[in-house]
């Protein structure tokens, strides 16, 4: 990929940089996170109903993406990190994954059923993220399913953290909600998990069908 936007270069580079650090964390990062497999479960479940395959889209090193397999979809992962993408394909090599930008897929219209977005917007500057909701509507068949998982931001407004990759964004779940129905986007149910000991942050999660 070349020429991207500055802030998707430093996202991409900085994921580039850690990403066997990256891997070595996330491979189990599910198995202590019961409602975490809980909505994925439900969002494969009405994933399943729609026709299309399903993305994952910032699939990072793809582990994310297996558990959708497992959980019975047609799925791939797209990911901005070239490095990530290498490490996905070698860990998963009966999975298609690819290099690519959330806002700019090579995707026709409507032709996905389902897009799992797992905290892969967060590093997206709050004016960028209308253009990433269009992006998403655009390629899902109508009544596709999507799933944005996210940092909540606890009754604050959007709010920049020190994420320990590159800044991140925090976002009230009615303001993230508000977007996507103005996407086109029609919410299905939210759930919201207080952070864990290890975690500093509330977890929002927006499942939601394309209207």
């Known amino acids: 990929m070349t020429d991207l936007p500055s802030h998707l270069s430093v996202t991409a580079d900085a994921y580039d940089a850690l990403a066997v650090v990256y891997a070595d964390f996330a491979r189990d990062a599910l198995d202590p996170l019961p409602l975490d497999r809980a909505i994925l479960a439900a969002f494969a479940e009405l994933a399943r109903a729609s026709a299309g395959p399903v993305a994952e889209l910032g ?70 993220i209308p253009p990433y909701l269009a992006e998403f509507r655009r390629v899902l068949a109508p009544g596709g399913t999507l799933l944005l998982a996210f940092f909540e931001s606890e009754g604050g407004p959007v709010a920049a953290f020190d994420h320990k990759v590159t800044t991140a964004y925090r976002w009230p779940v009615d303001d993230l909600a508000g977007l996507a129905r103005e996407a086109g986007f029609v919410e299905v149910g939210r759930m919201l998990r207080e952070p864990r000991e290890d975690e500093r942050f509330r977890r929002g999660h927006l499942l939601m069908h394309a209207g």
């Not at 959330?102 to 004016?127: C, E, N």
């Open 59 to 128: 699939c990072g090193p793809g582990q994310t993406t297996a558990h959708l397999r497992d959980l019975g979809l047609d799925v791939f992962g797209v990911d901005l990190s070239p490095v990530m993408i290498g490490l996905a394909r070698d860990a998963y090599p009966d999975l298609r994954f690819e290099v690519g930008s959330m806002d700019a897929l090579d995707l026709a219209d409507g032709t996905l059923g389902g897009i799992l977005s797992w905290y892969s917007v967060i590093h997206a500057p709050p004016r960028d």
